[in-house]
């Protein structure tokens, strides 16, 4: 079964793609704007876009976390193979974005250090349109509302755990 997916956020995203830890240290000598934008997924037209990876583990591993207790490993080789998102980046339709920048302090061996990371870019305000595609035996009332449950529970991009990158469906279409 295929659908055609549209979500928009009901919290802002943060993108954060990753990078090693040299360029890290040497993009932290750049302006908080450059910054942010090695940390920013782009479409070939310079639109800011979203990972078809994260729309993919969100719905996967909310399917996952529902499952009753000792099916966990059996509900994720259920869903993994079976659900597919396209395109690779799913344009959001715009091209700019705000900075994000939060140092990060850890505690090691009694101390605490205060670690910066680079800026992130972050948007209040975003929206995506995505073909989800699985083989998996669900009726379509189902994967509506397990993609609307992982948005509101699991969400996109960075800081997650925080409650950011929430998002809600806006349409849903069968297309087979």
Do not use: H
Request: net charge positive; aromatic share 10%; with cysteine.
């Amino acid at each position: 079964m295929e659908y055609e997916i549209e979500i928009e956020g009901i919290s802002p995203l943060i993108w954060n793609k990753p990078d090693t830890k040299e360029n890290m240290k040497r993009a932290l000598t750049k302006s908080d704007r450059e910054q942010a934008e090695t940390r920013a997924y782009r479409t070939e037209d310079g639109n800011l876009a979203l990972l078809n990876a994260w729309i993919k583990s969100c719905i996967c591993n909310y399917y996952v976390d529902t499952a009753p207790n000792k099916m966990k490993n059996i509900y994720k080789n259920e869903i993994f193979p079976r659900v597919n998102i396209s395109p690779l980046l799913i344009d959001i339709g715009e091209t700019d974005f705000d900075i994000r920048k939060q140092p990060i302090l850890i505690k090691q061996s009694g101390r605490v250090a205060n670690i910066e990371f680079p800026a992130q870019p972050i948007r209040n305000e975003w929206s995506g349109k995505f073909i989800l595609e699985t083989t998996m035996d669900m009726l379509a009332d189902d994967v509506k509302k397990l993609v609307e449950k992982a948005g509101k529970y699991n969400g996109l991009g960075s800081n997650r755990i925080n409650g950011y990158g929430r998002f809600k469906v806006t349409s849903f279409k069968r297309l087979d």
